[in-house]
């Protein structure tokens, strides 16, 4: 029995790899940020940080009910709203009542893969409500009808020429290439619509729990706007992105602006409490948290997977990987591409529905070099393919091939036999003969073996085993020169 | 623990602890989590700074600001940081309204620089953002430059602090074209672990923001562009002469 496959993993993945504009973006984001943060981390002043964060987060995430609680406190006794979701549905569900109930008509967002998630955007539309991505790359990929390829760089695969007509085409400016023009436009469109909005909806990139702030980063000033300029701010929150304390919230602030895009800290670090108090003269009038678990906590409860909720969503595992590098991010068909899409996608979504992401990764360990808090998604991703292989009751995971494991318990037989395996071989060498293609390797095999060869050339069974070249080559002079020696001694003898 | 849980919350917070509880070796006494951070010891670290640490930070703002396109404007008097400003207002050029103007955050020390009066015979209009001024949004909205005080810099990664208060919008910083902040020498700090110390005295601490530069967007074939939704130029006026409304001992948020 085959597994539900997952959507157009393989068709997706080569549509990125003929991408020509993808793959020179590709190639310029790994060579700059990918190493840019492996440096960082190697000349760190305080070498033990990045271990240190790490173990911090799991011991907050081992305490996640009682911080969560401080956290809703706090934003409470501001005055701000905190709804605690367990699903995607009660999130969405929450946030569509207040909109309908504040009679909300435009709803400008700040970036957050988490919206993403759970699906925010078709409720909200579905209710007639305008809803305006703001950050400039997912303003992009929004008016495009297309999605994000990058955590941090959303519009990745697009480049100036096709960025230059969707604009001449949507937002009616004269046709330019060049990126200062463009940005002016979005800048001048999107002013007016992050004035007018009815509804801030953000993410959060980490709260804080002793104090009882979440707080956001950008570049760009759209989230301040968002948070600022609208009556109500609304922002989604994973239950896991919280530090305990101010110290741990600045350890990870550090290391997430350094991880995601090489600075010291990003131009913007919100923190909001709440809602605007009594003598402000602006920010918004209600302050809603939506903290949400959409399968978080069976993670939490996981100890094997458990570490992947320390991650902070740098994005600096996608500018390392080599098969984020070649195929992009829409292969993953997710809002979390990369090593930590592959992750955290199956985990969150169905590891059978998703079987495609921990197969593609290559293992490599990159991911685990560049990660800020040393997350070990190697691991977890073996872990997944392990599950993948033999099935498992409590992820309800189903064996995805049965016909491929029967196939490897076969080979596991062949190998444990040396006559066995070498009457194997010689078969082969003569079964495969109408398959060698012109540079000596096969291209192409009949049947269910097909898969193996789609997207590879297979190497053909060599002629000879390393055992006999040996005993036909060296083992020959050794036993000579062996012999020598032994004649030579006799002779000083 | 919190005492107007919504009942969602109850079950939610319940299956996040099941999660945790039995398969979970970490969990340390509440008080250790979340001890104190040792505050005590930067905090004094703080007092006292001498002219010349200070003015060595001041360099050190200087040169990390550069690559994030923040301008640092050092002057010694008031007088001198209000010249310094007129002339960026006269210089700019505004952007969504075609008439320029300024609005300042009412602090005291904006009040003394009196920029107003020196803009009056250029007929530039100076709005403050005052409690009972109810044309606040619109003069923000209008505005070609915001003015307004940092409550302290940052000098590692050329950053301000600032704490939102009555009478200091978060949108003067944001909304106009340009944004110029003044900042005594004497709140200026060294790294982010001595800003954070400082933020974690404030009672009731409401929101802030910390910036560094104008806003800015790599998102089109990362070429960088300043000038994405914030302000498109910064400006840091640094006061290295203690103006009267600051406490020169310690810098406390002003």
Redesign the interface.
């Known amino acids: 029995m085959k597994s539900s496959p997952p959507p157009g993993y393989l068709e997706t993945a080569r549509e990125g790899m003929d991408n020509a504009c993808l793959q020179k973006?590709l190639r310029?984001?790994q060579a700059?940020y990918g190493k840019g943060a492996l440096d960082i981390w190697h000349n760190l002043p305080d070498p033990g940080l990045r271990q240190r964060v790490k173990s911090r987060r799991?011991?907050?995430?081992?305490?996640?009910?009682?911080l969560?609680?401080?956290l809703?406190?706090g934003v409470?006794a501001?005055g701000g709203q905190?709804?605690?979701?367990?699903t995607a549905g009660?999130a969405t569900g929450y946030i569509r009542d207040l909109a309908q109930a504040r009679g909300v008509r435009r709803v400008v967002k700040g970036k957050s893969m988490l919206s993403a998630e759970i699906g925010i955007d078709a409720v909200l539309e579905a209710e007639g409500i305008e809803v305006v991505e703001?950050?400039?790359?997912e303003f992009?990929v929004q008016i495009a009808g297309s999605s994000a390829s990058h955590i941090i760089?959303?519009?990745i695969h697009m480049?100036?020429q096709q960025?230059g007509q969707l604009f001449a085409d949507r937002l009616g400016i004269p046709y330019s290439e060049d990126?200062?023009t463009?940005?002016?436009a979005a800048?001048k469109a999107?002013?007016e619509k992050?004035?007018t909005a009815d509804m801030g909806l953000t993410g959060c990139n980490l709260a804080c729990?002793?104090?009882g702030?979440i707080s956001l980063v950008s570049?760009?000033?759209?989230i301040?706007?968002a948070t600022?300029?609208p009556p109500l701010h609304v922002a989604l929150m994973g239950?896991e992105r919280i530090a305990?304390?101010?110290?741990d919230?600045?350890d990870l602030?550090?290391l997430l602006t350094q991880g995601a895009a090489l600075q010291?800290?990003?131009?913007?670090?919100?923190?909001?409490?709440?809602p605007r108090?009594e003598?402000?003269?602006?920010?918004p009038e209600e302050f809603h948290l939506v903290?949400v678990?959409n399968g978080r906590?069976?993670i939490?409860?996981?100890?094997e997977f458990?570490e992947v909720l320390a991650c902070i969503r740098c994005g600096a595992c996608l500018n390392i990987c080599p098969v984020y590098g070649r195929i992009g991010g829409h292969a993953y068909h997710s809002p979390y591409s990369g090593p930590i899409g592959a992750v955290i996608t199956p985990l969150l979504h169905g590891i059978n529905r998703h079987a495609d992401l921990c197969k593609g990764e290559t293992l490599c360990g990159a991911c685990r070099d560049v990660c800020p808090v040393d997350n070990n998604l190697p691991r977890m991703l073996a872990a997944l393919r392990h599950k993948l292989a033999y099935g498992d009751p409590v992820w309800q995971v189903r064996p995805h091939n049965r016909l491929e494991a029967l196939g490897f318990r076969l080979w596991q037989r062949i190998i444990g036999n040396s006559r066995l395996y070498e009457t194997v071989l010689r078969v082969v060498r003569t079964l495969q003969r109408p398959f060698a293609g012109s540079q000596g390797v096969i291209g192409s095999l009949p049947g269910l073996k097909g898969g193996w060869t789609e997207g590879r050339d297979l190497p053909p069974v060599a002629p000879q085993t390393f055992r006999e070249q040996w005993l036909s080559t060296i083992g020959k002079k050794r036993t000579h020169s062996e012999k020598t020696r032994k004649d030579d001694q006799e002779h000083d003898a | 623990?919190?005492?107007?849980?919504?009942p969602?919350?109850t079950?939610?917070?319940?299956?996040?602890?099941?999660?945790?509880q039995d398969?979970?070796d970490?969990?340390?006494p509440?008080k250790e989590?979340?001890?104190?951070?040792d505050d005590q010891s930067i905090l004094a670290g703080l007092t006292g700074r001498d002219r010349k640490q200070q003015t060595a930070l001041l360099r050190q703002l200087i040169e990390?600001a550069a690559p994030?396109n923040l301008q640092v404007h050092t002057c010694a008097t008031l007088p001198e940081a209000a010249d310094c400003i007129a002339a960026l207002a006269r210089a700019s050029k505004p952007e969504?309204h075609p008439e320029k103007s300024l609005i300042f955050h009412d602090h005291p020390l904006l009040r003394a620089l009196s920029v107003d009066a020196l803009l009056a015979k250029d007929h530039i209009p100076c709005h403050w953002?005052s409690?009972n001024n109810s044309e606040?949004?619109n003069h923000?909205?209008t505005a070609s430059i915001g003015v307004t005080v940092a409550d302290w810099g940052i000098a590692?990664?050329a950053?301000i602090v600032q704490l939102?208060r009555?009478?200091?919008?978060?949108?003067t910083s944001?909304?106009p074209s340009i944004h110029i902040a003044v900042l005594p020498l004497s709140n200026l700090v060294a790294d982010?672990?001595e800003a954070?110390a400082l933020?974690?005295r404030e009672q009731a601490?409401?929101?802030?923001?910390?910036?560094?530069?104008?806003?800015?967007?790599?998102?089109?074939?990362?070429?960088m562009?300043f000038?994405?939704?914030?302000?498109r130029a910064m400006h840091l006026v640094v006061l290295t002469e203690s103006p009267p409304a600051v406490n020169p001992g310690f810098p406390v948020a002003i």
């Open positions: 973006s310029s984001l700059r799991m011991q907050t995430l081992a305490h996640l009910d009682g969560l609680a401080l809703a406190e409470e501001r905190v709804f605690f979701a367990a009660e703001t950050d400039l790359g992009i760089a959303p519009c480049d100036r960025i990126p200062p463009l940005t002016r800048r999107l002013r992050l004035l729990a002793e104090t702030h570049n760009e000033g759209n301040r706007m600022t300029m239950m305990a304390t101010l110290d919230h600045r602030l550090q010291k800290l990003s131009t913007y670090v919100s923190f909001v409490g709440g108090r003598g402000d003269p602006d920010g903290i678990d906590s069976r939490l409860a996981d100890p458990r | 623990m919190t005492k107007n849980m919504m969602n919350g079950a939610f917070l319940d299956r996040v602890r099941a999660a945790v398969t979970c970490q969990r340390l509440w989590l979340l001890a104190p951070a990390n994030l969504f953002t409690r606040v949004r923000t909205l590692e990664s950053t939102t009555p009478g200091r919008p978060r949108s944001l909304v982010l672990a954070y933020i974690r601490l409401d929101s802030l923001a910390l910036i560094s530069g104008p806003s800015k967007t790599a998102d089109i074939e990362a070429c562009v000038g994405a939704h914030g302000p």
